[in-house]
């Protein structure tokens, strides 16, 4: 065999592996299609395709307040990936293209936080946030991201910034330009790559987030706030909306929700898989 | 431009200052919303503290609640903590393995590779919520896979409808978001600085040399941020598993935070319920100091 034939067998062995592993993959969502496609009176007795066809789901969920329940988390991601793209920058430039007393002993305090479990705050969270009057807004989703916006992503925008070079800075400097001026004019516009990536990974974890809706959102009762995730949850728990018990209404929500995360992961994913070693590779 | 030691000094303040203010924010927010929860939880572990009696502690007990935690409340804890360590033990080194397996032949860029990465991330972003709908009707004894299973003559499996099969179940569902581990990989791999594969190549090395001699000597930052983070993450692992969690599991499915929370919030039992949360985080602190301790193995380019 030629060396061409054999790259070319090998190639081939690699594509028929791959896809093989891909359709693996593939099967959950390949199953909730089949679902959300199936007409109602045969979601309960499932053949592997479904008997009847049909489009009932997602006009049962459109119908059932979805859009709403789109609008509210929208406005909950929206909000919180301003604050996160916001403070997490300012902080790591704070910690990388300036200097004051005490920086890496507060700095080590910010990545230590990371390993703190959440149960050990989670509840006193809440009874804090209760105290305040927070329960039932939307203020313990978002305001948070406002203050650092997560440890991971200072940790990150920080590495990226490191590899920003000083004398960008010191001339801006000499320009009469204060540290404010040359975070916002010279050191943001040059970390785009990296904020981009911050901002994606904000928007798919508020898209889905379950546990912080449910508990901060849900005793209230407050449905008019409810975002994706909490609402699915509670209207199939509700008689009144006795269709959202249905597969097929629940897998064509869940199709709807997952299409702009598809949509996101597929245009970002360069920057989404490079985000974590972007630092260490301009470094 | 002279300027005398005082004024010096003084410019010094206002530049560290002026610096400070930015990291104020993140300063802020672990006061907060880590540092503040986190000091009232370590108080109420000492205390008799129950909800449903009245909105303040009701007396200092010292040690009682740990105490209690290891005799009284044994049988229970003592099982969730079983359930929850062998899950992590057997995960934590499938998931790694497994992703990084994955990885590999996604990292090189080829006609395609971005579909491909596509299509096995997938399952990571089904919602939590749907994704414990999915799966409970996915493994009914009428679901697609015991459809499957039925077809191929292997028969019917009760998946998490029965104590025993529940936790294997949890494991195999879980494999289903390895694509969130191999991005981590593919990023890691691609870091890896082409010269050095080009080096392997005019010296004729084989590709299990490459293998062991770079990729994964050079993934050894990757691994150990990955091994810290899951042994965090693993032992908490409690969302997840309540989305599939029902009667007929009950038993198999009993992690270790979800005994908290039900101590909590079922039973009101706040000083219990934090005193069983500070020693899973003492638990989290030593598996992650020991494996700081015996990082040697772990290779570090010149820090940036």
């Known amino acids: 065999m030629t060396a061409s034939a054999k790259k070319r067998v090998t190639l081939t062995a690699k594509y028929i592996v791959t896809s093989v592993v891909a359709a693996l993959f593939l099967f959950p969502v390949f199953v909730m299609v089949l679902r959300a496609f199936t007409a109602d009176d045969f979601v309960f007795a499932p053949r592997f395709f479904p008997v009847e066809w049909g489009v009932s789901g997602f006009v049962n969920a459109v119908d059932g307040g979805i859009v709403q329940l789109v609008i509210n988390t929208l406005i909950v991601a929206g909000l919180t990936i301003a604050g996160t793209a916001v403070s997490s920058t300012l902080c790591a430039y704070g910690f990388s293209k300036v200097k004051f007393k005490g920086q890496s ?35 313990p989703l978002i305001v948070p991201a406002f203050f650092g916006g997560g440890a991971t992503n200072i940790f990150l925008v920080r590495q990226y910034m490191k590899g920003v070079p000083n004398s960008v800075c010191e001339a801006a400097k000499i320009d009469g330009a204060n540290k404010f001026t040359i975070y916002w004019r010279i050191v943001l516009p040059m970390c785009m790559p990296i904020v981009t990536y911050v901002m994606v990974i904000t928007f798919l974890g508020c898209w889905n987030d379950l546990m912080g809706p449910l508990m901060y959102l849900q005793m209230s009762g407050r449905e008019s706030y409810y975002t994706l995730s909490l609402g699915i949850y509670m209207k199939s728990l509700d008689p009144e909306f006795w269709q959202w018990q249905f597969p097929n209404v629940q897998m064509a929500v869940g199709l709807l929700m997952m299409l702009p995360c598809v949509l996101l992961f597929f245009l970002f994913q360069k920057s989404l898989i490079e985000g974590v070693t972007m630092g260490s590779v301009k470094g | 431009m002279a300027l005398n030691a005082k004024e010096r000094r003084k410019f010094k303040v206002a530049d560290n200052l002026t610096s400070f203010l930015f990291v104020v924010p993140c300063v802020l927010g672990i006061i907060l919303f880590t540092l503040m929860p986190m000091v009232s939880s370590l108080y109420y572990s000492f205390t008799e503290y129950n909800t449903m009696v009245s909105s303040s502690p009701q007396a200092f007990v010292g040690l009682d ?44 860029e080829f006609k395609g590779v971005r579909v491909f990465r596509t299509l096995i991330y997938l399952p990571v972003l089904i919602p939590m919520i749907i994704s414990g709908y999915l799966w409970n009707d996915l493994t009914q004894s009428y679901g697609h896979i015991n459809q ?33 581990n191999m991005v981590l990989w593919i990023a890691q791999i691609k870091a890896i600085p082409n010269a050095m594969f080009e080096a392997a190549e005019i010296e ?26 899951s042994v965090v993450n693993s032992l908490q692992t409690y ?17 270790y935070v979800g005994q908290v929370y039900s101590k909590i919030v079922e039973m ?26 015996f990082n040697k193995w772990v290779y570090y380019e010149e820090d940036v």
């Open chain 2, 65 to 108: 609640n740990y105490v209690a935690v290891f005799t009284t409340e044994w049988a229970k804890a003592g099982h969730a903590l079983k359930v929850t360590v062998l899950y992590s033990l057997v995960t934590i080194p499938l998931y790694m393995v497994l992703g990084f397996m994955l990885a590999l032949p996604l990292a090189r």
């Open chain 1, 105 to 139: 002993v507060v700095f080590g305090i910010v990545i230590a936080t990371l390993m703190l479990p959440a149960v050990c705050m989670q509840l006193q969270l809440f009874s804090q946030y209760y105290n305040w009057g927070w329960i039932g807004s939307w203020l």
């Open chain 2, 239 to 255: 969302a997840s598993a309540i989305v599939v969690r029902t009667h007929l599991n009950a038993d198999a499915l009993d992690f």
């Open chain 2, 268 to 293: 009101g039992n706040l000083g219990m319920g934090s005193a069983m949360s500070w020693i899973l985080f003492v638990i989290i602190a030593v598996i992650a100091g020991i494996t700081f301790k």
């Open chain 2, 204 to 229: 004729g090395a084989k590709y299990r040399t490459v293998l062991f001699r770079i990729i994964i000597p050079m993934c050894t930052p990757m691994i150990f941020y990955n091994l810290v983070l």
């Open chain 2, 148 to 180: 499957i299973l039925e077809t191929i003559g292997v028969g019917k499996y009760a998946f998490f409808n029965s104590e025993d099969t529940a936790m294997l179940s949890f494991v195999l569902m879980g494999l289903f978001t390895l694509g969130g």
